[in-house]
């Protein structure tokens, strides 16, 4: 941020906290709410009772930001240890405490700006091509929808039933059957501004498309996942290279990659082909390009067959650069390179059976996303290249978002994030989300780690991770607080409140951002 900027900043704080002075004078100048009193949304009666809004700090610069906005920043406490054993605390950005932006929540309002999957119909039309795509619109990317109308992505993970014993009993009595599930789930989500979901709705997603074909004006939008590389052990009966499931992704150096990428698309993502409501597809899920402890040359290197394809791959690549000893900038460059068969691999196969389906990667995790090769790699191939967030309680505008739309003129989603509350009845033994003290922390979390995501111009969505809380045999029977909705299939009110009102107000934010 530039000496000018921060002054220009600086004398809006100031004007800020002067606003209780100047108010009659600049009677345009809306101030935010005071730290001594409850804040009631006119909207919706039931609010009043999981208000008032937390206590807020004064006003200053909102940082990580490539933007200018003024805040008035929130105390959170969140642990990344599971069990908890330790907490840390952190300035959080929420919605009402935005200095000069005012949300409207009302839903007759945003009913009145939408269409069926979300999209904004107030706002310029682009092509009509009955299919998902993306386009780069003055700067920002978008997801365009069939009906031409700029998209921003606001979907769950994980729409599927629970296992436990309380989980069925209270869906039977809830819903009866999978129509009216469907039904029921699709208004309360799109009540929020959910209009869709993401991967791992297994056995559910047929049951999404039964529903979207009885009502076509309610539609939820899939983006079905797939393992391509474990069928394609299977189909070929191959072993891991080295033996070692973690470089999986090595197969593709394997006889018969590409032409099985076309088959597999052909009968896996049958169902999918030509429907206008799928967004897109994922291949895989949290391929191992590295991890901080194990980079890939490394582990290709050690594989003791010489003429394993992935072995051979490792030798040649050292040869070229004429290198004896792995480093970060090698093993980057070498990931890049596997990451570009494999990617190139699912590409190819979605150009010849369907061109129109939007192929969404491979849900980069840890490690990899922070890989430049990879990151290059998913975005020559990948219509969006997909990101698993965690480990950071801010998005990181300054250094590794801003360091994607360097790498990759691609579009970024996230496709999954998530905060667990310590206040339920789950032990949250498990999850890579940020355990936090309650509810309203959790609601809190999301609209920050969203605001931050909506101020970059080349992120076009997010995926909430997930549905409903892990129970029963979920998660390898660790249950866990990461869901919309809890184990009787009842929203989380404080949470679904402060989604609702984020989900609302997406594109004024966007433009109030990009301004």
């Known amino acids: 941020m530039s000496k000018k900027n921060i002054l220009i900043a600086w004398i809006m704080i100031a004007c800020v906290l002067g606003l209780t002075v100047c108010k009659e004078d600049n009677p345009e100048i809306e101030p935010g709410p005071n730290d001594d009193e409850e804040v009631i949304d006119p909207v919706e009666e039931d609010d009043e009772e999981i208000l008032p809004l937390p206590t807020s700090l004064p006003p200053e610069i909102y940082s990580p930001s490539r933007n200018i906005t003024i805040y008035r920043p929130i105390m959170v406490d969140y642990s990344s240890s599971v069990p908890v054993t330790s907490w840390r605390s952190e300035k959080t950005r929420i919605l009402p405490y935005i200095v000069g932006f005012k949300a409207d929540t009302t839903a007759v309002k945003y009913k009145s700006v939408i269409n069926k999957y979300g999209s904004r119909i107030d706002k310029p039309r682009q ?90 004006d309610k539609p939820m939008t899939l983006t079905p996942s797939f393992g391509f590389l474990t069928n394609f052990r299977r189909e070929y009966n191959y072993a891991y290279p080295g033996d070692i499931s973690d470089n999986a992704v090595g197969l593709v150096y394997y006889t018969g990659w590409e032409q099985f990428c076309v088959n597999y698309f052909k009968t896996a993502l049958a169902p999918y082909i030509n429907d206008p409501n799928v967004l897109g597809f994922f291949s895989d899920n949290e391929i191992n390009f590295s991890s901080t402890n194990s980079r890939i ?46 990617y190139k691999g699912v590409k190819e196969a979605v ?22 090769g990879v990151v290059e ?58 355990a936090v003290r309650t509810e309203k922390d959790k609601a809190y979390a999301y609209q920050h780690f969203t605001l931050g995501l909506l101020e970059s111009k080349n992120c076009v969505g997010w995926h909430w991770f997930k549905y409903q809380d892990d129970d029963g045999s979920d998660n390898s029977g660790h249950p866990a607080n990461k869901g919309i909705y809890d184990n009787y299939y009842e929203m989380y009110p404080y949470l679904s409140k402060f989604m609702r009102d984020l989900n609302y107000n997406v594109y004024e934010l966007i433009e109030f951002f990009d301004k």
């Open 127 to 216: 092509e009509v091509t009955g299919r998902f795509y993306t386009k780069k619109i003055n700067g920002r990317w978008w997801i365009i929808d069939p009906e031409g109308y700029i998209h921003y992505e606001r979907s769950t993970t994980s729409l599927r039933k629970g296992s436990s014993e309380r989980n069925s009993v209270a869906w039977n009595t809830r819903f009866r059957t999978d129509e009216r599930w469907m039904q029921i789930t699709q208004e309360e989500l799109a009540a929020i501004g959910f209009h869709g979901t993401g991967a791992f709705c297994t056995n559910t997603y047929q049951t999404i498309q039964e529903h979207n074909k009885k009502h076509p």
């Open 297 to 342: 040359l490394d582990r290709f290197l050690k594989i003791t067959d010489p003429d394993d394809p992935a072995r051979r791959a490792a030798d040649n690549f050292m040869q070229a650069k004429g290198a004896t000893t792995v480093t970060n900038a090698l093993n980057s460059e070498f990931a890049g390179i596997v990451a570009e068969r494999y």
């Open 351 to 372: 150009k010849v059976v369907d061109p129109g389906m939007m192929y969404l990667g491979s849900r980069l995790h840890g490690t990899p996303k922070y890989l430049q």
């Open 377 to 434: 790699a998913a975005g020559r191939h990948c219509d969006i290249i997909s990101i698993n967030y965690y480990s950071r309680w801010s998005v990181e505008l300054e250094t590794s978002v801003a360091e994607w739309e360097t790498w990759s003129d691609t579009p970024f989603l996230i496709t999954e994030f998530y905060t667990k509350a310590l206040d339920t009845d789950l032990p949250n033994t498990s999850g890579a989300g940020f």
